[in-house]
Nanobody
Framework: QVQLVESGGGLVQPGGSLRLSCAASGSIFRINGMGWYRQSPGKQRDLVAHITSGGSTTYADSVKGRFTISRDNAKNTVYLQMNSLRPEDTAVYYC??????????????WGRGTQVTVSS
């Protein structure tokens, strides 16, 4: 069974930085697109950043210039470097990936989330 596990969340003060990691494991044939989403209480889950298998990136306007998404295909891992953090960045951050398994089945997979809190 394929799993995505996030790490790196925590409490930081405004202006600080965090780096989130998400590692995929299991019977993986290929990982296609990967992305980070976030959700605050009472709000919908929104895309933060996305990266294709070829390395092309997309960012939400609210994080452009502050966050950087990257991936290490050899490690089946995607990262989100977050700089100049603001209180409104506070949310649970979720990793997402479209993965083709060894059985040639392609599905969207989600991690369980990691909490990021930005507060003085």
């Amino acid at each position: 069974q394929v799993q995505l596990v996030e790490s790196g969340g925590g409490l930081v003060q405004p202006g600080g930085s965090l780096r989130l990691s998400c590692a995929a494991s299991g019977s993986i044939f290929r990982i296609n697109g990967m992305g980070w989403y976030r959700q605050s209480p009472g709000k919908q889950r929104d895309l933060v950043a996305h990266i294709t298998s070829g390395g092309s990136t997309t960012y939400a306007d609210s994080v452009k210039g502050r966050f950087t998404i990257s991936r290490d295909n050899a490690k089946n891992t995607v990262y989100l470097q977050m700089n100049s953090l603001r209180p409104e960045d506070t949310a649970v951050y979720y990793c997402n990936a479209y993965i083709t398994t060894a059985a040639m089945r392609t599905d969207a997979y989600w991690g369980r989330g990691t909490q990021v809190t930005v507060s003085s």
